[in-house]
Nanobody
């Protein structure tokens, strides 16, 4: 049974940094593309960062240059390093594993989601 456990969220001031982790079990992430998604109150879930099994990354325009996605396949874990955080980054952040190309990643692709981790950027 697939389980994804996100952690590392919290309250941070604008301009601050956080590192999110997504620990997977029940799957071997090395064969999957992995993505980080977020959902702000009243908004649809969106993809913010993705990484292929080979390490190629892709970012949404809203986070490009500020967020970095990485993976540690031996630990079955994916990370999201977030810097220069803005209030508009406030959301619940989720990860997921994708069996196809990252170009086909959409929030509607999955039946399972972990509990997510809350990121709040506020002074």
């Amino acid at each position: 049974q697939v389980q994804l456990v996100e952690s590392g969220g919290g309250l941070v001031q604008p301009g601050g940094s956080l590192r999110l982790s997504c620990a997977a079990s029940g799957i071997i992430i090395s064969i999957y593309a992995m993505g980080w998604y977020r959902q702000a109150p009243g908004k649809q879930r969106e993809l913010v960062a993705a990484i292929t099994s080979g390490g190629i990354t892709k970012y949404s325009d809203s986070v490009k240059g500020r967020f970095t996605i990485s993976r540690h396949d031996a630990k079955n874990t994916v990370y999201l390093q977030m810097s220069s955080l803005k209030p508009e980054d406030t959301a619940v952040y989720y990860c997921n594993a994708h069996p196809g190309p990252i170009a086909t990643m959409t929030p509607g692709s999955y039946n399972y989601w972990g509990q997510g981790t809350q990121v709040t950027v506020s002074s």
